[in-house]
């Protein structure tokens, strides 16, 4: 079975860092990259970035950059999302997700079953 | 334009048929993904491709597309297809994804 399993949920503090994880299984995981999803309290879904396991060659959403540094370890078939200090506007669940291609089409599957990070004093 | 648009809630009778759409300049070059989302749970791909379902996923769950608008269908909605379904495309660069914002679905 195809599978991402993620980290559990966080509690932190402002100014904190944090590395959640993401764990593929059932399939090689370099071969497809590995994108990361926030969906922040009552909201929508926002595309972060993507990481290709093989190389690490990362791309990021304008709106994230450099406020996440996405990466992989495929050692370990482990990609990462992390912050190096959280703010309160942190606070949300992060999913990843494995990307599929078809003709003009991309889709995402599977998804992992979320993390969530609460960031609060 | 990297942007797609799709109404904020949708209601629909049990049984009967209901169209969720998605905007977009993407989406004339790219077809249109959609998830179902349910409450406390990750998002499910329920339409791929020009119009793929995964498996597992019932048939009364369709695509189309037109132009800058992808059309998620619902024939004989029941009450379980009650969630939040969002559609997501590549954007015009083809190097990012981009998300629409989400339609509420009521299955009254």
């Known amino acids: 079975e195809v599978q991402l399993v993620q980290s559990g949920a966080e509690v932190k503090k402002p100014g904190e860092s944090l590395r959640i994880s993401c764990k593929g299984s059932?399939?090689?995981?370099?071969?497809?990259?590995i994108n990361w999803v926030r969906q922040m309290p009552g909201k929508g879904l926002e595309w972060m970035g993507r990481i290709d396991p093989i190389d690490s060659y990362t791309i990021y959403s304008p709106s994230f950059q450099g406020h996440v540094t996405i990466s992989a370890d495929k050692s370990i078939s482990t990609a990462y999302l992390q912050w190096s200090s959280l703010k309160a506007s942190d606070t949300a669940m992060y999913y990843c997700?494995?990307?599929?291609?078809?003709?003009?089409?991309?889709?995402?599957?599977?998804w992992g079953q979320g993390t969530l990070v609460t960031v609060s004093s | 334009s990297s942007e797609l648009t799709q109404d904020p809630a949708v209601s629909v009778a049990l049984g009967q048929t209901v169209r969720i759409t998605c905007q977009g300049d993407?989406?004339?070059?790219?077809?249109a993904s959609w998830y179902q989302q349910k409450p406390g749970q990750a998002p499910v791909v329920v339409i791929y491709?020009?119009?793929n379902r995964p498996s597992g996923i019932p048939d009364r769950f369709s695509g189309s597309s037109s132009g800058n608008t992808a059309s998620l269908t619902i024939t004989g909605a029941q009450a379980e297809d009650e969630a939040d379904y969002y559609c997501?495309?590549?954007?015009?660069?083809?190097?990012?994804?981009?998300f629409g914002g989400g339609t509420k679905l009521t299955v009254l």
């Open positions: 997501n495309s590549r954007d015009s660069s083809g190097n990012h994804w981009v």
């Open positions: 059932g399939y090689s995981f370099t071969s497809y990259w």
């Open positions: 993407s989406l004339r070059s790219y077809y």
């Open positions: 997700a494995r990307p599929l291609d078809g003709d003009y089409s991309s889709w995402f599957d599977p």
């Open positions: 491709g020009k119009n």
